[in-house]
Structures are given as structure tokens and as C-alpha cells.
């Protein structure tokens, strides 16, 4: 028994054999998790032919074939022709003659990734704003029907994309947001509202009223009070929500799918049809799909105290 | 001048009846304590005044102006919450200067800092006015959340237990401070507590709630040894006042109709006697006074006494009531 310690929280201290098992058991967990990361980084720097034989290559020789095919169309031409152009100007150039092609010219993967980008970012600072509102709105006011406002923005959520994605379809075809970034924006901020709403009520329900109180005391309006006071404390919330919010308009596959093919198509739908020579440019995937991980990887990382507190809210006090 | 009334005011939520029919003035200059167990009514009053809840009926004006549709901020008024005092995410500086830099005063920052700073130097905080305020000590917060209220010239301050949730020593520093910055700056100012030691040192006059009704209002010594009925009479006094039947002691002259005796400390005469008409049952040291526990047949007193005094539990005393209370059955006061 004397080697049972307690904290001043009377919290039983774990035993260093114990925090060591522990440990081994999140470096195996993040090792597992991990394995699919960087199996598609090293697909993404293989060539072609290693990338599809079997067994699978560990060693290889790197390349970055994946990426120059990525980010270029290209034409076969004969070894003659290839002979006679000027000496190759960059590393994709080369590269790409070496397979007896040139380069024709850039592909859609960077305006696929800019419109991912304006989408994901867009719609969830729009549900994330709206959601605030509201969730301040269920927090503070006796709204009527307030449980069951609730429970209907909440069931929004509760069927796959799948069920409601033909009507969506039509209407949106109707009033011609079919395959525009407005359409998509719009789309993924609805989807997204509700758990905005969900976890911001969540949030501010735990910011005393006193505090907006003392402000409108203190000469400001509601919504000064609401600026100047809650939106400070609620910061950690608005980003934690931002990043789940995020995560799914960034991801999100179903819908861009269905609903856009040109002009407003996001990288998820885009990036599976990136087809090479005589099948799947399966380097050229992984490309495409590493770089799509970089925005959310960053924006995760430079928030990622807010969200790990965004995970365990409720079961933490301040 | 910043006379506060309310008149005939009723306030209820759902089923409760909060605040009822009460009337009540607060002259300028004056600091008034409601005193009232919780549930009273004391800080749905305060809100009433402020601005933060509407009353069902019944009109408040602050200096002649009827302030019924005017938003809190329109009405001119401070208030210190009992907790969650202060703005979490700013500065004890900016805590200070929040008021002041509100839309509706706009001053300019030279004389928000002046003002800032001279409050700080009157609730002594200076040093720490680069701190956040998350990082204070419990006085220390509730110094700068008295401070943010003193940094305006309101027409009344509004205080809900301000004390409440510091530790004794605290408590009773914080008291003479608050008491003396008001009569230094003259201000109106409505304090609630249940602390009947706040409401006896602070007040100028005492309210007592209860049930949502303003029960008897008088200076602490009117309240004091004169309470209008039962219910008054309990909430001051340490140790709380005894109940006895009309007969039980000698030296009582109850009027007719009489049908409790209230007796405190200095009600009762205490004189050693083997033979007296009461046991010694039980004696509390509390160093400076004796919490004396006496029984009379069958009837249990509690008073203080001399430390001094020789006896010990058991002893046999004799009790003489001096010009108690008396209390008809509905417990209003028979004089």
C-alpha cells in the first residue's frame, strides 16, 4: 500500500510502469493510425510501376514524377521530336521527357485546391458566425420551443448526405447554384450550422450572464456587451467549432460529387480522376491527396490547444 | 440629486412572487443595507433598479426621472455582482477603464487614465494594474470590481453581497474600506447582505426583507432594539434572540395579549445562586465572551457572558429578565 502516492487532488498517481504501458499503447495507437499518412506520402514518391507492384516496395528510388503529373497535362510525343527541343527548363520537364512526353500545360489540381479552399473556409466561417448567433440566441433568451428548435436543427444531421442529396440536386439545378462555389458555400454552412449551434450553446450556456450584465450596466447595448465580452471568452469554442466544421466542408465528398463537375469542383472529387497512361496515376493521387492534407494538418496544429479542450469540454471545468 | 424611489414595485417569476408591493426611498447620499435570508428579494430589487429584470408593476425613478423603459445603460447606475466580478479576458487596467470607455460616456483616454488611476489608489490595487485579472487573489478582484462600479460618478451604486465570497479577515477590511470610500465621495449607494454585521456597521439605514415584502426599515439601532416584529428581531442579534413563554421568567410586565417574550443577552440578568430557577447546561469559549447554554424547565436559552463569570456546567443560576420584547401570537411586536 505505501507505494500508492496521492496528489493533493487525491487523484491516485499512476506508477512509472504503469504511465510506461500506457504510453507504449499511444506510440503503437499512433503508429497504426499513421501507417495509411505514410503509405500515400510514400506512393506519392514513388514512379508509376513501384507504385502499383507487388509485393509492395519499402525501398525504393524517390522521385517526383507523382507530383509533376499532378500538377501538368502532358502529350506523347516521339523520341525524334523530344530530341530536338531545347534543353529541358525544369526537373518536371525532364522527368517528363523521359517517359517520351511534354508537358502541354498546368492541370486543374491548383484551381480544384483554390476552390476547396474558398469553400471549406467560407462555409465555415459562415456557420460558425450564424451558429454563434444562435447558440447566444438559445443560450440567453427564452426562446418559444426552444428544446425543439433544437432537436430540429440537430436532426438535420441525423441522415446521410445520400437521402436528402436528389432534392438538393433539383433545387439546386432550379435556381442555378448547381456547380457554383455560392451553391457549395451554402450548402456546407447548412450541414454545418447545427453542430455549430450545438457545441457554441455549449460553450457560451458556461459564460456567466453576469458578464454581459456588468456591460450593459456599464453603458454598453446587447450587442456591444456580446462583442466586447462574450465573443472574448467564447474564442476557445469558436475554434474548436471552427475546426469540426472544417474538417467535414473540407472532406466532404458526397455532395461536391453530385453537385459540382467544373468551375466550383472541390479537390475531393477531382482528385480520383486524375487518370494517367494505361490506368490509375496512382503516384500522382497520392500527390494530390498529400498536399490536400497540409491546409487542415495546419490549421489543426496552430489551434490544436483549443481543440483538444473543444474534445473534452464539458468534462472540464475552468 | 440622486434620490432613488420605488414605489409599490412587484416582481414574479413563473409561480414565485420575488419582489412584493415594495415601497422604499434611498436619499442621496445615503447607504442603504436590505438584509433578508436568501430569497428574500434583495438581489431581484437590485436588478429592478438596474435595469436587468422589468418589474410586473409598480414605477422606480432615480433623480425624479422614471427610469421604467430606459435600458440599463440609459439609467445611470453601477452594480457589483456577488461573483464573476470581473471581465476575465482583460487587464485589472482595462477592467478599470471599461465603464469609461463605453459609447455612452466616450472620455478621452488622458482622463480615463486619471480616473483609472485614482481609483486604483482608493481600493489599492495600483501595483497590480497590469495583472490579469484572472490572476488576483479573491480581495484583490473584489477591491477592482468595487473599483470598476467607483470609477463612475453613477447616480447610486448597487452592491449584491459584494463580500459574500471572501474570507472573514477579508470581509471585515473590504468593510471599513467600502464604508469609508462612500462617505468620502458622498455617494448613494444600496447594499445587500445577509451579513447582519455588514448591514449593522455600513448602514445608514437597514431594510429588512422578507418573503419579497420590506418588513421594517430604520437605522441599525432602531432595527435593533426596536424590531417591528418577530421576524426582525431574529435576524440581528448574536447569539440569536430567545423565544420564552410570558411566564417562564421574573421580571417580566408582558401587555395583554402577549404571547412570546424575546430575550438577547442584554434582556437577561444572570446572578450565581444554588438555588436559582436555571441549570447551567453546556458553556462555549470563544476566547473574548461565553456562549452560555442555560435550561429552564425544560426551555433552552442561549446567551453570552463574562468569561470571568465562575461557573461551570451544571451550576444552578438565577435568571431575571430587563425590559424584553414582547410578541403577540401573529409575531408582530406589542409595545
Known amino acids: 500500500m505505501s507505494s500508492v502516492k496521492t496528489t493533493a487532488h487525491s487523484v491516485v498517481e499512476p506508477t512509472p510502469t504503469v504511465k510506461r504501458i500506457a504510453g507504449a499503447i499511444v506510440i503503437l495507437y499512433a503508429l497504426v493510425t499513421m501507417i495509411p499518412l505514410a503509405w500515400i506520402f510514400l506512393t506519392s514518391i514513388k514512379s508509376p510501376p513501384d507504385s502499383i507492384s507487388y509485393p509492395p516496395k519499402i525501398v525504393f528510388t524517390p522521385t517526383l514524377e507523382g507530383y509533376c503529373n499532378l500538377f501538368t497535362t502532358r502529350t506523347r510525343q516521339t523520341p525524334d521530336y523530344i530530341q530536338a527541343l531545347p534543353a529541358p527548363s525544369s526537373t518536371c520537364d525532364e522527368i517528363t521527357r523521359g517517359r517520351n512526353m511534354v508537358i502541354a500545360g498546368p492541370s486543374n489540381y491548383w484551381p480544384r485546391f483554390g476552390n476547396s479552399l474558398l469553400i471549406a473556409f467560407g462555409s465555415t466561417f459562415l456557420a460558425v458566425s450564424l451558429g454563434t448567433l444562435a447558440a447566444y440566441g438559445f443560450s440567453r433568451f427564452r426562446v418559444p420551443l426552444a428544446d425543439d428548435l433544437l432537436f430540429f436543427i440537430l436532426s438535420t444531421r441525423m441522415m446521410p448526405p445520400i437521402a436528402v442529396a436528389i432534392p438538393i440536386y433539383l433545387m439546386y439545378r432550379q435556381f442555378g447554384l448547381s456547380d457554383t462555389a455560392l451553391g457549395m458555400i451554402l450548402l456546407y454552412t447548412a450541414v454545418n450550422v447545427s453542430l455549430a449551434v450545438w457545441l457554441l450553446k455549449g460553450f457560451i450556456d458556461e459564460i456567466p450572464r453576469e458578464y454581459e450584465e456588468a456591460a450593459m450596466i456599464d453603458g454598453y447595448t446587447r450587442l456591444q456587451a456580446f462583442w466586447k465580452v462574450v465573443l472574448p471568452q467564447a474564442t476557445t469554442g469558436i475554434a474548436a467549432t471552427a475546426i469540426f466544421c472544417l474538417i467535414f466542408a473540407w472532406n466532404e465528398y458526397a455532395f461536391a460529387v453530385l453537385l459540382t463537375s467544373g468551375s466550383a469542383q472541390t479537390a475531393p472529387p477531382f482528385i480520383p480522376t486524375i487518370i494517367g497512361e494505361g490506368g490509375q496515376d496512382w503516384p500522382a493521387v497520392a500527390a494530390g491527396t498529400t498536399i490536400f492534407l497540409v491546409p487542415i494538418l495546419v490549421f489543426t496544429i496552430v489551434l490544436r490547444k483549443q481543440l483538444l479542450r473543444g474534445i473534452t469540454f464539458g468534462a472540464v471545468r475552468k | ?208 426583507l422578507s418573503e419579497g415584502r420590506l418588513v421594517q426599515i430604520g437605522t441599525p439601532r432602531e432595527i435593533y432594539a426596536d424590531p417591528a416584529n418577530l421576524h426582525v428581531a431574529a435576524r440581528l442579534g448574536q447569539p440569536h434572540i430567545n423565544l420564552l413563554p410570558t411566564d417562564l421568567l421574573p421580571g417580566a410586565a408582558p401587555p395583554s395579549g402577549a404571547s412570546a417574550i424575546g430575550a438577547r443577552t442584554e434582556h437577561l440578568e444572570i446572578a450565581t445562586d444554588a438555588q436559582g430557577n436555571a441549570e447551567v447546561d453546556w458553556i462555549e469559549h470563544l476566547g473574548d465572551q461565553n456562549h452560555l447554554h442555560i435550561r429552564v424547565r425544560g426551555h433552552k436559552l442561549v446567551t453570552l457572558a463574562d468569561p470571568y463569570l465562575s461557573i461551570k456546567p451544571g451550576d444552578r443560576i438565577n435568571l431575571t429578565l430587563r425590559q424584553p420584547l414582547y410578541f403577540g401570537s401573529d409575531g408582530e411586536r406589542l409595545r
Open chain 2, 1 to 208: 440629486m440622486s434620490e432613488v424611489v420605488l414605489h409599490r414595485i412587484g416582481k414574479t417569476f413563473g409561480d414565485t412572487v420575488a419582489v412584493e408591493d415594495l415601497s422604499l426611498t434611498i436619499r442621496d447620499g445615503e447607504f442603504v443595507v436590505l438584509l433578508g435570508p436568501t430569497g428574500a428579494g434583495k438581489t431581484t430589487s437590485l436588478r429592478l433598479i438596474a435595469g436587468l429584470e422589468r418589474p410586473d408593476c409598480g414605477r422606480v425613478t432615480i433623480a425624479g426621472r422614471d427610469v421604467g423603459r430606459q435600458s440599463p445603460a440609459e439609467r445611470d447606475v453601477a452594480f457589483v455582482f456577488q461573483q464573476y466580478s470581473l471581465y476575465p479576458h482583460l487587464s485589472v487596467y482595462d477592467n478599470l477603464a471599461f465603464p469609461l470607455r463605453s459609447p455612452a460616456r466616450r472620455l478621452n483616454s488622458d482622463e480615463i487614465d486619471r480616473r483609472v488611476r485614482e481609483v486604483a489608489r482608493m481600493v489599492r490595487i495600483e501595483h497590480k494594474l497590469q495583472s490579469r485579472s484572472t490572476r488576483l487573489s479573491g480581495g484583490e478582484m473584489q477591491r477592482v470590481a468595487i473599483g470598476r462600479a467607483l470609477v463612475r460618478r453613477p447616480a447610486i451604486y448597487l452592491m449584491d453581497e459584494p463580500l459574500s465570497s471572501l474570507d472573514a479577515k477579508l470581509r471585515a477590511e473590504l468593510r471599513l474600506e467600502l464604508k469609508r470610500i462612500q462617505k468620502e465621495l458622498g455617494s448613494t449607494l444600496l447594499y445587500v447582505t445577509h451579513d447582519q454585521v455588514e448591514a449593522m456597521t455600513m448602514a445608514d439605514r437597514i431594510g429588512i
